[in-house]
């Protein structure tokens, strides 16, 4: 599968407890985005990185939420502390380098976190 | 702050139709708009991208528009099929914000076809 691919597909944790969400790009993409999906709600960005870089964060609760993407390895999205209000079903994207902007990004099929 | 919006929120149409599905969003200054189809409990499938310079962009039966002044964009269904039943979003990536890099999303619109 040459997609978009994210794992967990469903994760459960309780209220104080770390989630931690991986997602492994496209094949020759370096461009990682993640999104938010709240119930009812449509999909919010939080956080667009390149290989070692955030370039911008400013869709990310400045609190208790951090991601990575290594040299090596998938991109990571951190929730701790979690809480009721966190569960949601989170989407990362991916696009190829080169004119960013004008490239179509490429959707996984998300990881859904349950908080008890 | 760019919105997006879409009507009709759910539609329910008999197999073989035509439709449409409507997004408008508040500032014109974007990069392109693209849309998604999303199946219940999955992810995003990618339909249509039309870049700023665009008036239109063709796949299948689809066909969608831009109007990029009025900040609208329509997606046309022809001959509609029950495997066409999904939640269909516009999103619209924006020039004239601190990132370009953002998909802003509509709520989307819930598309029903009965045999």
């Known amino acids: 599968n040459a997609g978009v691919m994210q794992n967990p597909r469903h994760l459960v944790r309780r209220r104080g407890q770390e989630a931690r969400l991986r997602c492994s790009p496209m094949?020759?993409?370096?461009?990682v985005y993640w999104y938010r999906q709240l119930p009812e709600e449509g999909l919010k960005f939080m956080v667009y990185?390149?290989?070692?870089?955030?370039?911008?964060e400013s869709g990310m609760p400045k609190e208790r939420f951090s991601a990575e993407f290594p040299k090596e390895g998938p991109s990571i999205l951190r929730i701790q502390q979690v809480v009721r209000g966190d569960s949601a079903a989170y989407f990362c994207?991916?696009?190829?380098?080169?004119?960013?902007?004008?490239?179509?990004?490429?959707f996984g099929d998300g990881t859904r976190l349950s908080i008890l | 702050k760019q919105e997006v919006t879409q009507i009709p929120a759910a539609l329910s149409v008999p197999e073989g139709e035509n439709l449409v599905l409507n997004c408008s969003f508040t500032?014109?200054?974007?990069?392109?708009l693209q849309w998604f189809r999303q199946d219940p409990g999955k992810g995003l499938t990618s339909l249509l991208l039309?870049?700023?310079?665009?008036r239109e962009q063709t796949s299948g039966r689809l066909n969608a528009s831009l109007d990029k002044s009025s900040g609208r964009s329509t997606l046309y269904i022809a001959a509609s099929q029950p495997g066409d039943s999904a939640t269909y979003l516009c999103?619209?990536?924006?020039?004239?914000?601190?990132?370009?890099?953002?998909?802003?999303f509509g709520k989307g619109t819930s598309l029903l076809v009965t045999p």
């Open positions: 999103a619209v990536r924006s020039s004239n914000s601190n990132s370009g890099y953002a998909l802003n």
């Open positions: 094949k020759g993409h370096s461009h």
């Open positions: 994207a991916s696009s190829p380098p080169g004119q960013g902007q004008n490239q179509p990004q490429h």
């Open positions: 990185l390149q290989k070692e870089n955030i370039i911008d």
């Open positions: 039309i870049q700023s310079s665009q």
């Open positions: 500032d014109s200054a974007i990069y392109n």
